[in-house]
């Protein structure tokens, strides 16, 4: 499985960004798939996941409301739509797959990792 993250930018705050997360094997084929994020200094926090049908989103409370996890099978990308940024969403985020049907909210349950993309939510 290889992971290719993509769309990170500079914005301001209350702005959107949309996020891809590109698969080498079919998104059907890896039960889970989640987003995490790292800011300068900090550890690495989970930002989203989705389970093994795609079809229950689990999110961080940061991010509640804001953000929405989704899939697409015919493209084999995981995407996540963050709206109403804020300052602190700024970060690099990554993307990652995990052989499991547990959708899990610390990095040591994924296997996979993508490179990451920066986003960056000026004030």
């Known amino acids: 499985v290889q992971l290719q993250a993509s769309g990170g930018g500079l914005v301001q705050a209350g702005a959107s960004l949309r996020l891809s997360c590109a698969n080498s094997e079919p998104t059907s084929r890896v039960y889970v798939m989640g987003w995490f994020r790292q800011a300068p200094g900090k550890e690495r926090e989970f930002v989203s996941g989705l389970n093994w049908s795609g079809d229950l989103p689990f999110y961080a409370d940061s991010v509640e409301g804001r953000f929405t996890i989704s899939r697409d099978d015919a493209k084999n990308t995981l995407y996540l739509e963050m709206n109403s940024l804020k300052p602190e969403d700024t970060a690099v985020y990554y993307c990652?797959?995990?052989?499991?049907?547990?959708?899990?909210?610390?990095?040591?349950?994924?296997?996979?990792w993508g490179q990451g993309t920066l986003v960056t939510v000026s004030s």
């Open positions: 990652a797959a995990a052989l499991g049907l547990r959708v899990g909210r610390r990095a040591g349950e994924y296997d996979y």
